[in-house]
């Protein structure tokens, strides 16, 4: 099992910027991948980016690219989201996910963000 705690979201005006973090305990030793996705009222959850644990490649959907970061700390077993230049249609509760060797998906909780435009 794996247990996912996030933090850092909030209300921030457009333009703005906020960190998320996820912090994994558990069987983080099987980490394959870490990730951030997002639900907007009204709409299904969605991609929004994902690092892979071992080597660090990052891969972010088309609507945050070059506005959110991926990074990773393997030593706390953290995973954050630094997003910039937010906007509007941002807003959504963003899941971290982690993928584990063998395809098992674990969530955590959701963080509220939104962005006041």
């Known amino acids: 099992q794996v247990q996912l705690v996030e933090s850092g979201g909030g209300l921030v005006q457009a333009g703005g910027s906020l960190r998320l973090s996820c912090a994994a305990s558990?069987?983080?030793?099987?980490?394959?991948?870490m990730g951030w996705f997002r639900q907007a009222p009204g709409k299904e959850r969605e991609f929004v980016a994902r690092i892979w644990w071992d080597g660090g490649s990052t891969s972010y959907a088309d609507s945050v690219k070059g506005r959110f970061t991926i990074s990773r700390d393997n030593a706390k077993n953290t995973v954050y989201l630094q997003m910039n230049s937010l906007k509007a249609e941002d807003t959504a509760v963003y899941y971290c996910n982690s993928i584990i060797f063998g395809g098992t998906n674990y969530w955590g909780q959701g963080t509220q963000v939104t962005v006041s435009s």
């Open positions: 558990g069987r983080t030793f099987s980490t394959y991948a």
